[in-house]
């Protein structure tokens, strides 16, 4: 879930994007996995879901490793969008980090490859 203070507006890289309410500090960290709102499970367990739910959400799962288990995020860290240049880093497992100071207003980004163990069925990367 994200942890710092942000709001959700359109995007101008894609639909909507999640967006610094207050200038981050390079180092601060942006994100962190969190059970509550972070929601962990299996692909079995994904297939048993109705098909109007498994529509829904599979935009927004990720599976760090191939065959691992599949990941929602419940809250807006959801929304953030791909840059090959992010300003937040998830290359460390179940935490974002802010690559860089993010001024106020400026869109939250990463780089999906840190954390999708296969990324070949998103043609923008």
């Known amino acids: 879930m994200i942890i710092v203070p942000t709001y959700l507006e359109k995007s101008g890289i894609h639909g909507f994007g999640v967006f610094a309410v207050d200038h981050i500090r390079k180092g601060t960290k ?13 692909e079995e367990d994904f297939e048993k879901l109705p098909s109007s739910v498994k529509r829904e959400i599979e935009i927004h799962l990720y599976q ?6 599949l990941f929602y995020e419940s809250t807006m860290g959801k929304y953030m969008n791909h840059s090959r240049e992010p300003n ?8 974002g980090w802010a690559t860089r100071d993010i001024a106020p207003g400026e869109e939250l980004t990463c780089d999906y490859r840190h954390f999708m163990a296969e990324v070949d069925h998103i043609d923008y990367l």
Request: proline share 7%.
């Open 64 to 69: 760090p490793e191939k065959g691992g288990d």
């Open 88 to 95: 937040v880093d998830f290359s460390e497992v179940g935490v």
């Open 30 to 42: 942006v994100w962190e996995f969190n059970p509550v709102f972070d929601i962990r499970f299996t």
